[in-house]
């Protein structure tokens, strides 16, 4: 049964007649997206390529062989696979701790994570990320990759540091002993020509344009600049070879954070994606598939980890692109590039692609939605400032992780204080204040409500409410509306229950749900309880025992469990407690 189940699920991920129908719609439209596409996409692969440690063409063979796979089984029509930014912020330490083969097997991992993923379905979850842990995550990527390009941008080496702040300002100590001012001029007018180009004319790949000219310049100046160097003339053989079994269990932790940026990257670019179109929706437990595929594939030829890349994919939607077969161009054309072009790519300067770095790091943050959040709550600003800061001071799946912890922290924090208790009149209708109400309080009966939640961040305020309740025989705890119970709600009112039974108290239940029965059997708190006949069904119910319970029989005053309070040494029924 559990077999078939996998099979029907791996079944439901593969690609379907419905994909390739949408490819004959539009392929005029869509090839021209796709060349549109690699045209902006090449020097990025190259820039990204050179970030990761690996070099510029296992930038390029990744954009080539990721985007392809990608394009075939992923979830989205529009998406755009390749290198990235973000991912390079994980894979320099990779790459200075276990090298160009630790970046492979790390990535090969990855892709099979990400494939379990999809089998199991938590594309979705994703979706649940708060938006000020993912702006926050997003600005401290940008900054992140911006320090990363110091070294090359200003033409020095700033050594290898742990972390990459400290790389970037050797390099800038380098820089200040020994100025390179070509280098710093040729990134600074790649990134300038890209912003003001972008804002004037969106249409035209500046990026392109701007590396072209700045190799150029390069060349008939005779700049002292590095340069990309020779490019492989075609794409590799596939090849396991890098893959050391020994290896594996030190890189796992690197591969699943690896597998968590792709998935976040990915489904984030995707329903950027969509929000550009109108009939376009992904499934992002498919789109995780096609990333596991691609990434299993990439490193196989020399290519780094892929993601969605929201730039290429934001251009591949505003071309007008309608199906998968633009995502597929852009592949193919990039092959073209690798078997055509690889002597000219050679010789672009490492300052020029620096530019193309620094400027999309300044279009990857909104301004505008970072200034909104920190002005919307305290909750939301201390959410988005924790992320970026462990973003930039430590790693991205810290940052993740951090930002999540306290979002979840704030938000339960808030639903404590939403959630409460207060003493309620028992009547039929609660709304009555009738005679019978008062005389219910003037015999020492009161209802406690508890409203909301009983769980971990609310219940001590259950145990405190109760505790400071005096001068009472009888308590009806009213759970009507309450609505869950966890395990620590459940101790927390056995708890409550013990210490009112200890001062005399009688304490009932009234209204239980069939959902908070698992954790208060759990802890036998509702099984004593009904033993004793102290459980009802209603609060009516519940009165007319607490009225027994005080007359108590012919000559007889108070309860057995009032009796047992005198003889412990207490007096006057439920006494509040001191201290």
């Known amino acids: 049964m559990a077999e078939r189940s996998v099979t029907a699920g791996l079944r439901g991920l593969l690609p379907g007649a419905p994909d390739w129908t949408a490819v004959r719609r539009a392929p005029r439209r869509d090839l021209l997206s796709g060349v549109t596409v690699a045209v902006v996409a090449l020097p990025l692969a190259l820039a990204f390529g050179v970030g990761s440690g690996l070099g510029a063409g296992a930038g390029l063979v990744t954009a080539v062989v990721a985007g392809a796979l990608a394009a075939v089984f992923g979830g989205s029509n529009l998406q755009v696979t ?26 090969l991992l990855a892709g099979l994570i990400l494939v379990v993923l999809a089998v199991a379905r938590v594309g979705r979850l994703v979706r649940l990320l708060p938006s000020p842990v993912i702006e926050g995550f997003t600005a401290g990527i940008a900054v992140v990759i911006a320090l990363q ?48 180009g972008g804002r004037l004319l969106p249409s035209v790949p500046f990026s392109l344009v701007a590396v072209v000219a700045a190799t150029a310049v390069a060349g008939l100046l005779h700049l002292d600049v590095a340069r990309i160097g020779a490019l492989p003339a075609g794409l590799p053989a596939p090849s396991l070879g890098f893959l050391d079994l020994a290896t594996i269990p030190a890189l796992l932790p690197s591969a699943v954070a690896v597998a968590a940026l792709a998935a976040l990257e990915s489904l984030l670019s995707a329903t950027v994606a969509d929000g550009m179109t109108v009939d376009q929706r992904h499934d992002p437990d498919r789109e995780l598939f096609g990333q596991g595929i691609a990434n299993l594939a990439a490193p196989m030829f020399g290519g780094v980890p892929a993601t969605g890349a929201i730039a290429r994919t934001a251009v591949n939607a505003r071309t007008g692109a309608r199906s998968r077969l633009a995502a597929l161009t852009h592949a193919a054309a990039l092959t073209a590039i690798v ?27 909104e301004a505008g939605s970072l200034l909104a959040l920190l002005r919307a709550t305290r909750r939301d600003a201390a959410a988005l400032v924790v992320t970026f800061v462990v973003t930039v001071v430590v790693d991205l799946v810290t940052a993740v992780v951090a930002g999540l912890a306290v979002a979840v922290v704030l938000a339960l924090h808030r639903v404590a204080l939403n959630a409460g208790g207060e003493h309620v009149t028992v009547a039929h209708d609660p709304g009555e204040h009738t005679a019978e109400e008062r005389a219910l309080l003037a015999q ?32 009806i705890l009213r759970m009507s509306r309450v609505s869950a119970i966890d395990a620590t709600g459940a101790q927390v009112l056995d708890d409550a229950i013990r210490r009112l039974e200890r001062r005399g108290c009688l304490v009932l239940l009234s209204g239980l749900r069939p959902g908070h029965d698992r954790a208060l059997d759990a802890l036998g708190v509702s099984a004593q309880l009904r033993a004793e006949g102290r459980v009802f069904p209603d609060s009516v119910s519940a009165i007319a025992h607490a009225r027994a319970h005080l007359a108590g029989p012919p000559g007889h005053s108070g309860s057995d469990h009032q009796s047992r309070t005198v003889h412990s040494g207490e007096t006057g029924p439920c006494p509040a407690p001191s201290g």
């Open 444 to 475: 020492h009966i009161v209802a406690y409500r508890f409203d909301g939640p009983l769980f971990f961040a609310t219940a001590h305020r259950l145990l405190l409410e109760t505790s400071a309740i005096s001068d009472v025989r009888v308590m």
């Open 82 to 107: 390749g290198p990235t930014g973000a991912m390079t912020v994980v894979l320099i330490p990779l790459f200075h701790q276990y090298g160009p083969d630790g970046v492979l097997t790390a990535g």
């Open 149 to 196: 390009q110091f070294p090359a941008a200003l033409g020095v080496s700033g050594g290898e540091h742990e972390k990459v702040w400290a790389t970037a300002a050797a390099a800038v100590t380098a820089f200040a002993d020994t100025p390179n001012w070509p280098a710093i001029a040729l990134a600074l007018g790649v990134a300038a020509v890209m912003l003001v």
């Open 339 to 365: 078997y055509a072009l690889a002597g000219p790519v050679g010789h672009i300067p490492l300052a020029a692609l620096a530019g193309v770095l620094l400027a999309t790091t300044i279009r990857m943050v």
